[in-house]
């Protein structure tokens, strides 16, 4: 019952002239409307990037620079890491991060944090009303998480300084910043996203809508404990850890609810 309250309470927040693309296309036009007023701010964000890269990615001045100082900055900017995550990690420090260091300005660090202690009951609620779907879920996310975070920390400039933590920090940041944005509740755009998504995917495919934000918490979910399930493979030096298990891990997903199917068969 709680699931399909669920379910009607989520997929009214999908207005029927909506599709994913001229969702998106809005986006877009909103945001190059605002890009005259946003220039002078633009050009100091790529600015402040390009000065990172510049300086502590050419060996050439990184050398001068004292260890002491050169390795945070390196890890604490995604220096060494590769041109996605890279630009992962910047997108979100200037629009998330400033969003959050803003709020925790105004309101403190405990009001500011309250989005992350609204996660968990959620996710709780989501894992109930999904029942036999819902380790497939985690299943499912946790693999994906853990084959980018082992992918984020296999590249390096230098071939020995692969499958390290410097290059993992960014699996941090955005298991972090997803965590955060999923406890702001179900209006946020992320559950918007993929309620548009699997809108225009089950139309395409003609076949019936079932999905709803329990969904999206429990993948989501998923990814973030599979993000942050790489970090000990790392410490133990499995290079391809992350792969394997995740791997492993989506095609238990894939294969759980079939046997599901196999027992109530068994059953009748």
Avoid: C
Wanted: net charge positive; glycine share 10%; hydrophobic share 50%.
């Amino acid at each position: 019952m709680e699931g399909k309250v669920n379910e009607t309470k989520s997929n009214s927040y999908v207005n029927e002239e909506d599709n994913l693309i001229s969702w998106l296309i809005y986006l877009g036009k909103t945001g190059v409307r605002s890009l005259p007023q946003m220039a002078a701010s633009l050009a100091i964000k790529i600015g402040i990037v390009i000065l990172f890269q510049l300086v502590f990615w050419w060996e050439g001045i990184a050398r001068h620079i004292p260890s002491v100082i050169k390795k945070p900055v390196i890890f604490l900017t995604a220096t060494y890491n590769d041109v996605i995550p890279k630009t992962l990690y910047w997108i979100i420090i200037f629009t998330f991060g400033i969003r959050l260091f803003n709020r925790i300005k105004e309101k403190g660090f405990s009001s500011a944090m309250k989005p992350l202690a609204r996660l968990l009951p959620e996710v709780k609620r989501s894992y109930g009303a999904l029942g036999d779907k819902a380790l497939s879920l985690l299943l499912l996310g946790g693999g994906l998480g853990l084959i980018i975070a082992n992918n984020f920390a296999s590249y390096s400039r230098f071939s020995g300084a692969r499958n390290k933590m410097d290059k993992y920090f960014i699996a941090l940041v955005i298991s972090f910043t997803i965590s955060y944005l999923m406890g702001e509740g179900r209006k946020h755009w992320i559950f918007k996203f993929n309620r548009l998504l699997a809108s225009d995917l089950s139309g395409l495919l003609k076949i019936e809508n079932r999905y709803n934000d329990n969904y999206t918490y429990l993948l989501l979910s998923g990814l973030v404990l599979g993000l942050l399930a790489d970090a000990p493979l790392i410490l133990m030096k499995l290079k391809y850890g992350g792969y394997i298990l995740g791997l492993i891990a989506i095609l238990a997903g894939v294969a759980l609810p079939f046997l599901a199917l196999g027992k109530v068969g068994d059953k009748k």
